[in-house]
């Protein structure tokens, strides 16, 4: 169990919908960062929170967005989904994201199936 | 462009034997890398980690090499062991700056042999 925990686990949803992915980080880590792995691309960036401020953006497209609570929790928004939208999205975090580099650590994700 | 390769996608081994899984890169500003292992409906869970100050780092059954001049890493597991059956990725990133982000391989399916 790597402590960070996803809800929900599976989402089924229909084009043109939009959804929201949550994401609780580890006990004390302030950074939380979210992946999306395609069956073709393979685990790829999004975004990066630090203790409630955007640090990082990835390939995230305009129609996603995310934010991270004061609780330290985070949430990925997906709207106008589109049926190439399906696919898997990490949460991970880690302590801190500076030059003392600890390894992020994964949730088991959120399978989203787009109908 | 890929940044991070893992040109095996398959590595079959027997109980025993050594395991090395081969990872290349192509950015010259990556100076940290990670080997995550990723089994079914879970998500990767991190193994072994080096900075490009090292060119080894030991845990356990498991090494990290780490050749710069090359842009290659390799992960030994010695010996291996019907549970180590998994994906195994390779990431990396540049170490410093306020953020970062991990550019992942797409990962080598090792299947350990009784």
């Known amino acids: 169990d790597s402590g960070v925990t996803q809800t929900p686990k599976h989402l089924i949803t229909a084009t043109g919908q939009r959804v929201t992915l949550r994401c609780s980080p580890r006990?004390?880590?302030?950074?939380v960062y979210w992946y999306q792995q395609s069956l073709d691309q393979g685990l790829q960036f999004l975004i990066q929170y630090y203790n409630g401020e955007e640090r990082a953006k990835g390939n995230i497209l305009e129609r996603f967005s995310a934010q991270q609570f004061p609780d330290l929790h985070s949430e990925l928004n997906l709207s106008s989904l589109e049926l190439g939208d399906s696919a898997l999205y990490f949460c991970?975090?880690?302590?801190?994201?500076?030059?003392?580099?600890?390894?992020?650590?994964f949730g088991d994700g959120t399978r989203l199936s787009i109908l | 462009d890929q940044q991070v390769k893992q040109n095996s996608p398959s590595l079959s081994v027997q109980e025993g034997r050594i395991s090395i899984l081969n990872c290349d890169y192509t950015?010259?500003?990556?100076?940290?890398f990670l080997w995550y292992k990723k089994y079914p409906a879970e998500g990767p869970t991190f193994l072994i980690s080096i900075s490009s100050i090292k060119d080894k780092n030991e845990d356990g059954r498991f090494t990290v090499f780490l050749n710069k001049s090359a842009k290659h890493l390799s992960l030994h597991i010695v010996p291996s062991q019907p549970g180590d059956s998994a994906v195994y990725f390779c990431a990396a990133t540049p170490r410093g700056g306020s953020n970062y982000k991990l550019t992942f391989g797409k990962g080598t399916l090792l299947t350990v042999n009784p």
């Open positions: 991970a975090s880690s302590v801190e994201a500076g030059n003392d580099l600890q390894p992020q650590h």
């Open positions: 006990s004390g880590d302030l950074s």
């Open positions: 950015n010259s500003m990556f100076d940290y």
